[in-house]
């Protein structure tokens, strides 16, 4: 079902993936001309419609001192896909899986493993999944910004 956001709706959702721990309510209730009490029913609307389903902290996973953050680029049969995508989910190791609309490479999964080894042992589990593993990658860095659409709060003076 697609819901049609109003302005409010889109900045609120715009602010939570900017910075959902430090943005208040009443933050964006002056900068949109409501009330703190709107914004929170708000809120509590979009996440009971399914808009917002989650919130998730970012991990440096360098500094948390796990170096070794990587992308493994799968290939899984259309019809397996999202059963086999949410399965990897459940290999220790795994920290995000990503569902992609192409034959191949359709399931992109992080993985954060100690070694080569624990690397390895993933890469196996993903295999013995059903997930063919076409190509690893090593993650340096990792960024993300909030979709600009959503950005519709009036320009401050």
Request: proline fraction near 3%; aromatic fraction near 6%.
């Amino acid at each position: 079902m697609t819901w049609n956001l109003d302005e409010l709706d889109r900045y609120i959702v715009y602010c939570l993936q900017e910075d959902a721990r430090n943005v208040s309510s009443g933050t964006i209730a002056e900068r949109m001309g409501v009330s703190a009490s709107t914004v929170r029913n708000r809120i509590h609307r979009l996440e009971d419609d399914g808009i917002i389903t989650e919130y998730n902290a970012r991990v440096d996973f360098e500094a948390a001192g796990s170096q070794l953050h990587t992308l493994i680029v799968c290939t899984a049969p259309i019809p397996e896909r999202s059963r086999l995508a949410k399965e990897a989910l459940a290999v220790d190791g795994v920290v995000d899986v990503r569902e992609v609309m192409t034959g191949e490479e359709n399931v992109h999964v992080g993985i954060v493993g100690t070694d080569s080894n624990d690397l390895n042992r993933i890469g196996e589990e993903l295999d013995e999944l059903g997930l063919e593993v076409n190509d690893e990658d090593l993650i340096r860095a990792e960024y993300t910004t909030p979709y600009s659409g959503f950005d519709v709060a009036p320009e401050e003076e």
